[in-house]
């Protein structure tokens, strides 16, 4: 076994109440209001929730490992009722607003949830007949309400009746994180006090400058999920910052202008899809605006070659400030003025877009991890980095690469972790549990790394996801999808092959870029028509098959394609809550079209 020594506070508790104590009147969380404008409160204010929910909590006999679940999204009630369970010793189940009823009486049946907080009356009435049908549940209120079952009322009789918080061991279960499945029923992820904390300090040791500065983030990631929750939540409280609470996906890039971020916790898909806005509003425009904006890319990424080897010069300097000065400084601006960098996970940052981020001044390091690891496995530095890898082992981590589940002579192998973030297990499930922790304490995350001679991690693949064509050569869907995604036209794709001659692809385009080419060329503009179309078809493909020629080998260039009308989402079922593509689910529901591919 693998041991440690915790940086202090070991505990969630602790945590919270440090930095109470610290920064009382700092502002602590952002929301908008009915005119669209951030309000804000404190710590403080925060505090005394916390306190009277606790004092609650205690009334109606919840303490040590009882448990409190959640519905619901990102808002100020979220950290009040975690921290206020915490303070019992309980542990808390946090879940989605949006999710299905049978996945909400599963994991409430499963974790054995005595009292449940729900965000609004509408949540309440799908759940409300949950008492009779789940004996543990005993009781449910509402926050979005008032009168005897409201959050409210229960805050109101705790703050008559004070009960102090009491400090967790290191080792006590904090929370069960339920992972969204790509297939059956969701796992529950034991994670205990230690496991959050470790990570929360071996993440803020890697951005020093964050100690110095005044820290703001927009929320955009959900807390129910342990990236959103330990990167942002628990790290920023840690520093005194503050949180304002993007209002929805359609209004971050407005939200960010009024938030004004100094530091940004997100998804690639956040970037991609701001960096592929940029192309497609340059596009459009042409003439000057596109001249300076792809003088000023090739002088950025001129200036950064030169730097790697110690030289400058002379007119690439002059580009670089002009095109800064006229383009990238408004690119700046539309993301508040003031980000010191950015840190994205769940999914790897394709090494083009991050370049094109940090040479225009907006720095995005990729990080690793799992929700078994609460979540951070590796990191990027802001004074240690390397594009394209995810960063180095962090503290307290150890990390195997083993050779011995993949093909013979492969550089790489499964990644395995040791450390204090690595869970407890699966919440009733010895045999899962079994199957992915090592007789020493290892963590086996199903992913495909290697190790470069300076200690920085590479992905190379998933385990599970890899495929063998009929030639038996190797395919990594994942980096081939993220390719096809930088292309214009394309907003989702999906390759598949598996002991097929060879690749396909199934590609759901950028209905608004298509719309506009479909309108240039005096095309119907009607998607279902589109998608149909074969000289459509033909454009795209070749689009997709000349962006990937030179990256990828022949063999994995998909030869067939196949568009679809809908994208895969959350409500048809295609995508987990934390945006990954259920792959069986979507191959299952088109083999019949993608059969027809290979006839």
């Not at 009781?139 to 008032?146: A, L, N, P, R, S």
């Not at 109101?156 to 918080?165: E, S, T």
């Not at 992972?179 to 959050?196: A, D, E, I, Y």
């Not at 996970?345 to 225009?360: H, L, V």
Request: with cysteine; charged share 25%.
């Amino acid at each position: 076994m693998h041991t440690f020594t915790l940086d202090k506070p070991d505990n969630l508790v602790d945590w919270w109440q440090e930095s109470l104590t610290k920064f009382p009147d700092r502002r602590l969380f952002g929301t908008k209001n009915k005119n669209g404008v951030y309000e804000w409160v404190t710590y403080k204010e925060i505090g005394t929730r916390i306190n009277n929910l606790r004092a609650g909590l205690a009334q109606l006999g919840i303490g040590k490992d009882d448990v409190v679940g959640f519905i619901g999204n990102n808002r100020l009630e979220w950290p009040v009722v975690s921290f206020a369970s915490w303070g019992r010793l309980a542990r808390f189940v946090p879940m989605y607003e949006a999710e299905l009823v049978q996945i909400w009486k599963y994991i409430i049946t499963d974790s054995q949830i005595q009292v449940l907080f729900v965000s609004k009356p509408e949540v309440y009435e799908k759940i409300k007949n949950f008492p009779k049908e789940i004996p543990t549940l005993k009781h449910i209120f509402i926050i979005e309400t008032q009168g005897e079952n409201s959050m409210a009322a229960l805050e109101k009789k705790g703050a008559a009746k004070p009960v102090a918080a009491a400090s967790p061991a290191p080792d006590d279960i904090a929370e069960l994180i339920y992972t969204s499945g790509t297939t059956g029923n969701p796992k529950g992820v034991l994670l205990c006090h230690m496991n959050f904390t470790s990570n929360a300090h071996a993440g803020l040791k890697m951005y020093p400058e964050l100690l110095e500065n005044e820290v703001v983030s927009l929320t955009i990631l959900p807390w129910a999920h342990s990236f959103g929750q330990t990167a942002e939540l628990f790290a920023i409280i840690r520093l005194g910052g503050a949180m304002g609470l993007a209002e929805s996906a359609k209004t971050i890039v407005n939200d960010i202008v009024a938030v004004k971020p100094t530091f940004l916790i997100a998804v690639p898909t956040v970037f991609n899809r701001i960096y592929a806005g940029l192309w497609d509003k340059m596009n459009q425009e042409g003439g000057l605006a596109k001249t300076l904006f792809v003088m000023g890319i090739d002088a950025t990424k001129k200036r950064r070659e030169l730097a790697q080897q110690g030289k400058s010069d002379f007119m690439t300097n002059i580009k670089y400030k002009l095109a800064d000065k006229i383009v990238f400084s408004k690119i700046r601006e539309r993301l508040g003025g003031r980000l010191l960098g950015s840190m994205t996970g769940s999914a790897a940052m394709n090494p083009e877009i991050g370049k094109f981020f940090f040479d225009i001044g907006v720095p995005i390091y990729d990080c690793y991890g799992l929700t078994e690891t609460s979540p951070g496995i590796s990191m990027n530095a802001s004074f240690d980095y390397r594009l394209g890898s995810v960063g180095k082992i962090i503290d307290k981590v150890k990390v195997v690469i083993d050779s011995s589940v993949v093909e013979e002579g492969a550089t790489d192998g499964e990644i395995v972790v040791y450390g204090p973030n690595v869970m407890k297990g699966y919440h009733n499930r010895p045999e899962d549990t079994k199957a992915t922790m090592t007789p020493d304490g290892g963590f086996r995350t199903g992913d495909r790394g290697r190790l470069d001679k300076d200690g920085f991690l590479y992905i190379t693949g998933r385990i599970k996801e890899q495929y063998k064509l009929e030639n038996g050569k190797f395919v990594f869907p994942v980096s081939l999808e993220e390719e096809i995604c930088l292309i214009p036209f394309v907003q989702q794709a999906v390759v598949y092959g598996l002991n097929r001659p060879y690749n396909i692809c199934i590609v759901v385009p950028d209905f608004d870029v298509l719309g506009r080419y479909a309108k240039e060329k005096g095309l119907p503009t009607d998607i279902e028509t589109l998608v149909a179309r074969q000289d459509i078809i033909d454009m795209i493909s070749e689009n997709i098959t000349n962006h990937l020629k030179g990256k990828f080998g022949g063999y994995e260039i998909p030869k067939k394609f196949l568009l679809l009308s809908e994208p895969f989402t959350l409500d048809n079922g295609t995508l987990t809550q934390t945006m990954k593509l259920k792959r069986k689910v979507v191959l299952d529901k088109l083999m019949d079209r993608i059969e027809a591919l290979y006839k």
